[in-house]
T-cell receptor
């Protein structure tokens, strides 16, 4: 069975500081990995995805993530955050099991303070 | 603006009411999904439609009844709901058949409150 672990439930950070949101997955088959962001009172927006190829993936809003197969990780990073990045971030994996089924982590609340 | 549109944005209903949630997309996607999200939790998959046919029902109670009248529309009919059904209901769509590597596009959800 596949699973996703987001190691931090909350990450407070000051504006313009770098941030890393951690995600580890477990899977016995090839995986496809996604990061989604959810702003208050909104749905989920795709930030970036890893399907194959380069392990460094660039997404929207200046975010990037690195797929590390040996460490089964897919951490999300941004070199300088803004107040507007305050949101809930979900790591998700698909692969195996139900077709098209996304397995979500529990989420990380990023709070950017001035 | 999201490309998946959900209506209504908010819904308050009693336990004996019948109501419907609607979802619409015009991206030509042929897979559509319903998720339930409780506060401070990740979304939980409820149903998947592929080419207007129900392909996955994640053991959802029968008081939730999905319907896909055409490739652009997805409904969720609600009847005799319980207070624990209060949640944010998200619709999503993806290209082609439900595929492991196709990202899903989400609507902003309907926030449902059961009195």
């Amino acid at each position: 069975a596949q699973s996703v672990t987001q190691l931090d439930s909350q990450v407070p950070v000051f504006e313009e500081a770098p941030v890393e949101l951690r995600c580890n997955y477990s899977s016995s088959v090839s995986v496809y990995l996604f990061w989604y962001v959810q702003y208050p009172n909104q749905g989920l927006q795709l930030l970036l995805k890893y399907l194959s190829g380069s392990t460094l993936v660039k997404g929207i809003n200046g975010f990037e993530a690195e797929f590390n197969k040996s460490q089964t990780s897919f951490h999300l990073r941004k070199p300088s955050v803004h107040i507007s990045d305050t949101a809930e971030y979900f790591c998700a994996v698909s692969g195996g099991g139900s077709q098209g089924n996304l397995i979500f982590g529990k989420g990380t609340k990023l709070s950017v303070k001035p | 603006d999201t490309e998946v549109t959900q209506t209504p944005k908010h819904l308050v209903m009693g336990m004996t009411n019948k109501k419907s949630l609607k979802c619409e997309q015009h991206m030509g996607h042929r897979a559509m999904y319903w998720y339930k999200q409780k506060a401070k939790k990740p979304p939980e998959l409820m149903f998947v439609y592929s080419y207007e046919k129900l392909s996955i029902n994640e053991s959802v109670p029968s008081r939730f009844s999905p319907e896909c009248p055409n490739s652009s529309l997805l409904n969720l009919h609600l009847h005799a709901l319980q207070p624990e059904d209060s949640a944010l209901y998200l619709c999503a769509s993806s290209r082609g058949q439900p595929s492991l590597n196709q990202p899903q596009h989400f609507g902003d959800g309907t926030r449902l409150s059961i009195l």
